[in-house]
């Protein structure tokens, strides 16, 4: 075998390609839709409302996947109750419940003996602890995923280009959103073991930017988004095997470098098809 690629001859390097695989599965569906409808900022703040579960869970030595589970849907509940019981616009709602659920997070950790170990699992993940319980746990997730991205496909086209029509078609926008946020929640959570609370973000939404251009419909942009997040993970595992860095920031930073070499592509793309073609003269 080729010494690049010698870490996957180990085992618990060869688990967290795949259960990293299965992560960009869900991302690369979850991502597109979050881009398309302009929802990071949900996405970074569903990842930073899972720490006050996980910091619970943590320090009762409970699992901390489902902390992060029941944390990360009591924060969508808690948006969505704060939106309309407050009167407040979507971002602030957002925005503070964000703050409050951080700050609560990070007041439980602080009060443990292990407050560094489990602050940087928390914020970082740890790919390479993944389990065969874990990678089973990820299938489940790509596969919910997948199928309520294909049932709800038509609603949510018509609910991210115009509420109304959809509305009018029977076809239920806020049930659609309603739909998505739990999508983007079970894609947070499933990606927490992989990059960590703090990195998620970058795992969502830069595969999904990288794979815009080079598409025309939502389905490949998805497939192709799915297949950058399957080599962000393949190259960000290399680089922490072979340069000695974090597991979960490699990969985060492999997909941001897809990202902006898609773009770097695409004005190469525009700068040839804007030159002009050379004049050809005839021989006299």
Known sequence: ????????????VLRA???????????GVVGTWVVIRGMAFLGEALGHGMLPGVA???????????????SAVAMSVLIGWVQRRGRL???????????????????????????????????????LAITPADLWLLVGAAAITIAVAAGFHRRFVAAAFDQRIAA?????????????VGLVTLAVVSSYQAVGSLLVVGLLLAPAVAAAPWTSSIATRM???TAIGVLAVFA??????HL????????????????????????????????????ITALS
Do not use: K, N
Request: proline share 4%; hydrophobic share 60%; aromatic share 6%.
């Open 89 to 127: 616009s979507y971002d602030t709602s957002i925005g503070l419940l964000f703050v409050a659920m951080l700050s609560l997070g990070i007041i439980i950790v602080s009060h443990s003996r292990s407050f560094a170990t489990d602050a940087t699992v928390m914020l970082f993940g740890d790919i």
């Open 236 to 241: 960000g595992l290399l680089a922490s095997w």
């Open 244 to 279: 000695g860095t974090a597991a979960g920031a490699s990969i985060a930073a492999a997909a941001i470098a897809l990202a902006a070499l898609s773009g770097i592509g695409v004005r190469m793309v525009d700068v040839v098809r804007r030159a002009p073609l050379p004049q």
């Open 168 to 180: 009018t078609l029977h076809l239920r926008p806020h049930l659609a959103q309603v739909v998505l």
């Open 223 to 225: 497939a192709l988004a």
């Open 56 to 70: 619970v869970a943590s320090v009762l030595g409970l699992p901390t996947l489902a902390g992060a589970a029941v």
């Open 1 to 12: 075998m080729l010494p690049l690629l010698e870490p996957f001859t180990a085992d618990f």
């Open 17 to 27: 390609l795949v259960g990293g695989a299965l992560v960009a599965v869900v991302c």
